[in-house]
């Protein structure tokens, strides 16, 4: 079956870590995007990228990047440098201009 | 500003009625899709009903049904014959043409209870 994969479904981290967020489509979609929900809020944009290689920060890109190697995979990491990492992040992805995301299962991050 | 404005933060509907959640947005570009998405409690969107700039006429799937003004800039959501399993975060969101990014703009979303 096609569709979005995140890994893992919780994540717990010390402070101070950086942690990687898998996200793997097998939809042959170009566009891919990561989220974040914190709780009770809407999604905000992270980074977002529309072909392989390239890639384009969104409204709160700071303390987090990402890579597009592959088209099937846009991994984010969250660094120490994000001073509020405890949040619910959700990877999408689309093909053409004006089409639906279809979203992953999300991961919920946990710092302690 | 803005680019997508959900006024309801939560609303309560009988079993079997019929509810609208408001969606306002936000934009210059001729070029715009407008998207509606249900998140349960489990977390994950799921993909509801879409409306494109020019289409001449309200997208209906199934229950839903958007009412889109353009004019007004609004797109509001119809769920007819409410389900205990529609209730729900719902947001709206907008897709802007590629001149201006392919972003997706998401609302803060309303939280939808439907009563037995």
């Known amino acids: 079956d096609g569709g979005i994969t995140q890994s893992p479904k919780y994540l717990f981290r010390k402070e101070g870590q950086n942690v990687t967020l898998s996200c793997e489509q097998n939809l042959n979609h170009d566009a891919m995007y990561w989220y974040r929900q914190d709780p009770g809020q809407g999604l905000r944009l992270i980074y977002y990228s529309q072909i392989v290689n390239d890639f384009q920060k969104g409204d709160i890109a700071e303390g987090y990047s990402v890579s597009r190697e592959k088209k099937e995979s846009f991994p984010l990491t969250v660094t120490s440098a994000q001073k509020n990492p405890t949040a619910f992040y959700l990877c999408a992805s689309s093909i053409g201009t004006i089409t639906e995301a279809f979203f992953g299962q999300g991961t919920r991050l946990t710092v302690v | 500003a803005q680019k997508i404005t959900q006024t309801q933060p939560g609303m309560f509907v009988q079993e079997k009625e019929a509810v609208t959640l408001d969606c306002t947005y936000d934009t210059s570009d001729p070029s715009y899709g407008l998207f509606w998405y249900k998140q349960p409690s489990s977390g994950e969107m799921i993909f509801l009903i879409y409306?494109?700039?020019?289409?001449?006429q309200n997208a209906t799937e199934g229950r839903y049904s958007l009412n889109f003004q353009k004019a007004r800039k609004s797109a509001n959501l119809v769920i007819s014959a409410s389900q205990l399993g529609d209730s729900a975060m719902y947001f709206c969101a907008m897709r802007e043409g590629p001149d201006t990014g392919n972003q997706f703009y998401f609302g803060t979303g309303t939280s939808l209870t439907v009563i037995p």
């Open positions: 409306q494109g700039s020019y289409d001449q």
